[in-house]
């Protein structure tokens, strides 16, 4: 489902800034050998995270959902000089090929990839976030939200992707346990006290999420 028109989106990628040749190298490669290479972040989310990131300025960020590095190095960019960024993937196969970039971006020892289930290596990190980003299996993303809140400091964020579910979160009643979840997730996050969230129809919606 196209939220944005189709001209429209790409009036707009053509109006704004490339990113780093690294990037551009790596969304050719996930392309040509993921069959599942929709799941990048690409440019336009991308440019995104990077320009927030850089807005924040933070010392620590969490990525639960590395897929092949793309979002964690555009995250990385905002990194202050002491800053760390931790990143989570379940899939060995994906933290292979994110590795293999991450090793070769100038932030290469900032960002620690780490591999397993994201509940059991958050039970293991003892950092306070300054931002978080959630883009894993969707079911989780309540547990996810509810684990790293009281890890968030006071006015940090959480960027939730994927929160229209490819439109499905649209419909009368949400079919599937994904969009079930995703539905489930943004009705708790609207309900929660001690956060203030923004919801921008961009790419398939991604939640700002402001810790209180």
């Known amino acids: 489902m196209d939220i944005i028109s189709p001209d429209a989106w790409h009036y707009a990628m053509q109006h704004s800034s490339d990113p780093a040749p690294l990037l551009q190298e790596l969304e050719e490669y996930t392309a040509v050998h993921h069959p599942e290479s929709h799941m990048l972040s690409?440019?336009?989310?991308?440019r995104?995270?990077?320009?927030?990131?850089?807005?924040v300025r933070p010392t620590t960020i969490l990525e639960i959902g590395t897929f092949?590095?793309?979002?964690?190095?555009?995250?990385?960019?905002?990194?202050?000089?002491?800053?760390?960024?931790?990143?989570?993937?379940s899939r060995e196969s994906e933290a292979a090929i994110a590795r293999s970039f991450i090793e070769r971006s100038p932030w290469a020892s900032q960002i620690s990839l780490h591999l397993g289930d994201a509940r059991q290596v958050l039970s293991t990190l003892s950092a306070a976030w300054d931002l978080v980003f959630i883009d894993a299996d969707k079911v989780s993303y309540i547990d996810y939200f509810n684990i790293v809140l009281p890890a968030l400091r006071p006015g940090g964020f959480i960027l939730a992707d994927n929160v229209f579910f490819h439109g499905q979160v649209l419909e009368t009643i949400p079919k599937g346990k994904?969009?079930?979840?995703?539905?489930?997730?943004?009705?708790?996050?609207?309900?929660h006290s001690g956060v203030e969230v923004l919801m921008l129809p961009f790419r398939d919606g991604i939640s700002v999420i402001q810790k209180k």
Request: aromatic share 10%; proline share 0%; net charge neutral.
């Open 48 to 55: 995104f995270l990077s320009l927030f990131s850089r807005l």
């Open 42 to 46: 690409g440019k336009g989310q991308g």
């Open 68 to 89: 092949t590095g793309y979002s964690a190095l555009c995250l990385a960019e905002g990194l202050t000089a002491q800053g760390v960024l931790h990143t989570i993937e």
């Open 178 to 191: 994904n969009a079930k979840a995703i539905a489930a997730f943004n009705d708790y996050v609207k309900d």
